[in-house]
């Protein structure tokens, strides 16, 4: 049977609508399911259903099938150290325990935004002034470091300590806009 | 911040209309809003899913301190655990709160602007969430107004961001920009055409959403559809507001043209179903909100074609605020079944345009 609304794909789902007159039956493929399925969301709710989309889509294969299946044999990945999500459990319930996650998460992130962004992976528009801030500050102190090293390659030592005592001050700056647990950064 | 609270209650939910239904923008025989939502969170802090009441304290006192003391622009602060289950589920029909914010075990606040236009909700799924809504078709005013506030936070407050992922949300759908944009369209001629089946897949395959919105549950939509970007990673604010305005506004295209063709084509069966549908709000003594809904679509798109004409569409904007059952229950002053709804409901939608009936006959004598 070919699907009620494309008329192209066989159809593979059966849609019950409630409607005034009674309930009608649809026919559709699994493409206009999902379709038809955003379409009836909640308004308040997300327009997708982030679980369902990140369950498939790493349950090992592109296409929809029973997630149990390779969901079991899929390993815990990494944990978040400040609220202990794993990386399987995020996929679970499609949601970030914290901002550390994010940096938990890194190196598959890429894949689940791809998936999520049309193909995107990065963030273009708007910065926080204060994070331009942060930002530029620490460019500026790896600047200072490696004009430091070299200063003591060539043992110019006393342009290296004042190159040491500018780089101090610049970090005690970034220590005072990046007041959130980031110390890492700073050193 | 008791009292204040106590007192801005009141007001809010006596005005029955939100500011964004009030006044008209472009498009608004169409566009019926416009909203833009900016998902933000503080630095140090776990997300809304995984953190602990102490942390939702301090993430609520942190920014409603850095707001509700600002020059002091008739904010008004509602936590939701203190608000009556009504007066909550009022908020959600304003669209002034999500449905999410109102789980009182989940320590969500709001803060909102006097006029109604700007909720900022506290502890939602992310820590803030910035909300304009705007009457008509207005993408740059509203998102001008959400980052004003986005940036006077920001200057007060340390948010997650991150260089390669921007601002980081607890969805990994809102990553990026954290914006959704959406528009709120009166689409009954595309629907009636059945055209909407065809550009609804089209629309998706350009990163946008298209979905039902408004009613009782999952009853029929009023022919009101919510256009709304789909990603927010890879793209700056413009290009999404520019993208959404596109598409925006090649709907109303060809919702008017639409329009024109079943004017010119079927011009007596139309005239039929919107004046019965006139009739059916003017005369039912019972009316569920799905048919409600309906009516209203058809009255709406009879005085958009200038075919009825004795209605204000300022009227059938308050009737759809009003149809919905907190609203009903909250003028009633009382728990309505859904059956003593629907009596209500016909009951309010007849004298509201009885009312107005009276005032257009008293105008014609003078």
């Not at chain 1, 400040?82 to 894949?111: A, V, W």
């Not at chain 2, 007596?268 to 919107?274: C, G, I, P, S």
């Amino acid at each position: 049977m070919l699907c009620d609304n494309c008329k192209e794909r066989p159809a593979s789902v059966i849609f019950t609508q409630e409607g005034m007159g009674g309930s009608a039956e649809r026919h559709l493929c699994e493409k206009c399911a999902f379709q038809t399925q955003m379409f009836h969301f909640d308004p308040s709710q997300e327009p997708l259903s982030i679980q369902q989309f990140l369950s498939h889509w790493f349950s090992g294969s592109e296409s929809i099938q029973p997630l149990q299946q390779s969901r079991d044999s899929m390993p815990e990945g990494p944990t978040c150290p400040d609220c202990k999500l794993t990386f399987r459990k995020f996929l679970d319930i499609g949601k970030f325990g914290c901002p550390t996650c994010y940096d938990t998460f890194r190196g598959q992130l890429p894949r689940v935004f791809s998936k999520l962004h049309n193909g995107h992976t990065t963030h273009v528009g708007k910065i926080p002034d204060s994070f331009n801030e942060r930002f530029a500050l620490k460019k500026k102190v790896e600047e200072i470091r490696s004009k430091m090293q070299e200063a003591i390659e060539m043992e110019r030592f006393e342009e290296a300590a004042a190159l040491r005592d500018e780089a101090n001050a610049l970090k005690e700056r970034l220590a005072e806009c990046g007041n959130g647990g980031e110390g890492s950064d700073v050193n | 911040m008791e009292v204040k609270a106590a007192m801005s209650i009141n007001k809010f939910m006596k005005g029955a209309v939100a500011g964004w239904m009030t006044s008209h923008g472009e498009h608004s025989d169409i566009v019926m809003s416009t909203r833009i939502r900016l998902a933000r969170n503080l630095r140090g802090f776990r997300f809304p899913i995984s953190f602990t009441a102490d942390e939702a304290k301090q993430v609520d006192s942190q920014v409603s301190a850095a707001l509700l003391t600002s020059d002091e622009k008739g904010y008004a602060y509602m936590k939701m655990a203190e608000l009556p289950g009504l007066d909550r589920q009022v908020l959600v029909e304003k669209h002034l709160v999500s449905p999410q914010l109102t789980d009182v075990k989940r320590h969500g606040a709001v803060i909102l602007s006097e006029d109604e236009t700007l909720s900022i909700m506290l502890n939602e799924e992310d820590h803030i969430r910035i909300q304009c809504i705007y009457p008509g078709f207005q993408l740059e005013n509203a998102y001008e107004q959400a980052d004003s506030v986005d940036n006077y936070l920001e200057d007060k407050l340390p948010y997650a961001f991150d260089e390669d992922f921007g601002y980081l949300t607890s969805c990994p759908s809102n990553t990026g920009t954290g914006m959704r944009a959406s528009v709120m369209m009166h689409l009954p001629a595309l629907t009636i055409t059945k055209q909407i089946e065809r550009i609804i897949p089209a629309i998706a395959r350009l990163g946008m959403i298209v979905r039902g919105s408004y009613g009782e549950g999952s009853e029929a939509p009023g022919n009101i559809y919510q256009v709304s970007n789909q990603t927010t990673l890879g793209k700056p604010e413009e290009e999404i507001l520019s993208d959404l305005k596109n598409v925006a506004l090649k709907l109303i295209a060809h919702e008017r043209r639409s329009r024109e063709i079943l004017l010119s084509k079927s011009r007596v069966a139309l005239e039929n179903k919107l004046f019965r549908s006139l009739g059916i709000i003017s005369y039912a003594r019972l009316l569920p909100s799905g048919e409600a809904a309906r009516c209203l679509s058809d009255v709406r798109l009879g005085i958009d074609l200038g075919i009825i004409e004795d209605v204000d569409m300022s009227i059938l904007n308050e009737l759809m605020i009003f149809m919905q059952p907190g609203f009903l229950q909250q003028y009633a002053e009382a728990d309505l079944t859904a059956e003593e709804r629907d009596i209500f409901r016909a009951d309010l939608f007849r004298e509201r345009l009885r009312s107005e009936q009276q005032i257009n006959e008293n105008n014609k004598e003078n």
